[in-house]
């Protein structure tokens, strides 16, 4: 299984919702990651999770709030979020000493109303 | 600080035409290099990867050489295809970090029956 399943696929929130996204993987990878994209950028780096420690947060928001429960979970919690954060949210994991081959879910793409 | 600049987009071929894709970096140390692609509503995949300077990656027609004395890594491939029409993104990785990549600004492909 060389898979990054990412739930839902789509979502849409009101800024005053509560909502989460969802990231599996079963490759024994002991890195993950949240990256946002905007259409026709490139992805920037949220957070990275070494061995389910928060290990980079580069400056987000508190209104994200990553967890990663095991070493196969990774969730993104989502709180009074504004416009400007709609974008594709990637999930991706890794080799924990292989920096850079890193393995991609589809995304969920977030609306913000 | 570490940086890539690819060449501006987009870029529209036919058919079995040559494709080039110019990347420079600028970094610290000994980076490993990597060029990703991105298929319409999909997430990104790692397409090849270099490690040290002279490697050569390669997979599916394409191909990159690390060349630390013009600090380029640029994608090629002799003959395209309409299904390589998709956003192509070169990024680094300095050092053993857990997968904190550099991107490249990403170059759009449209490839024309």
């Known amino acids: 299984d060389t898979e990054v399943t990412q739930t839902p696929k789509h979502l849409v929130m009101g800024m005053t919702n509560k909502k989460s996204l969802k990231c599996e993987q079963h490759?024994?990878?002991?890195?993950m990651y949240w990256y946002k994209q905007k259409a026709k950028k490139p992805p920037e780096l949220m957070f990275v999770?070494?061995?389910?420690?928060?290990?980079i947060n580069e400056s987000v928001p508190s209104r994200f709030s990553p967890e990663c429960p095991n070493s196969s979970l990774l969730n993104l919690h989502l709180h009074a979020l504004q416009p400007e954060d709609s974008a594709l949210y990637l999930c991706?994991?890794?080799?924990?000493?292989?920096?850079?081959?890193?393995?991609f879910g589809s995304g969920t793409q977030l609306s913000v109303l | 600080g570490n940086s890539v600049t690819q060449m501006e987009g987009p870029v529209t071929l036919s058919e079995e035409a040559f494709l080039t894709i110019n990347c420079t970096y600028t970094a610290t140390g000994y980076p490993s290099l990597f060029w990703y692609v991105q298929y319409p509503g999909e997430g990104l995949q790692l397409l090849l990867k270099?490690?040290?300077?002279?490697d050569k990656g390669s997979n599916k027609g394409f191909e990159a050489t690390y060349r630390k004395e013009t600090t380029s890594f640029h994608l090629e491939k002799g003959s395209v295809q309409v299904s390589d029409s998709a956003v192509y993104f070169c990024a680094l990785a300095g050092g053993t970090s857990y997968g904190k990549l550099t991107f490249g600004q990403g170059t759009i492909l449209t490839v024309h029956p």
């Open positions: 270099a490690t040290k300077a002279d």
């Open positions: 490759m024994g990878h002991r890195a």
């Open positions: 999770y070494s061995y389910e420690k928060l290990s």
């Open positions: 991706a994991s890794s080799h924990a000493k292989e920096g850079g081959k890193l393995f």
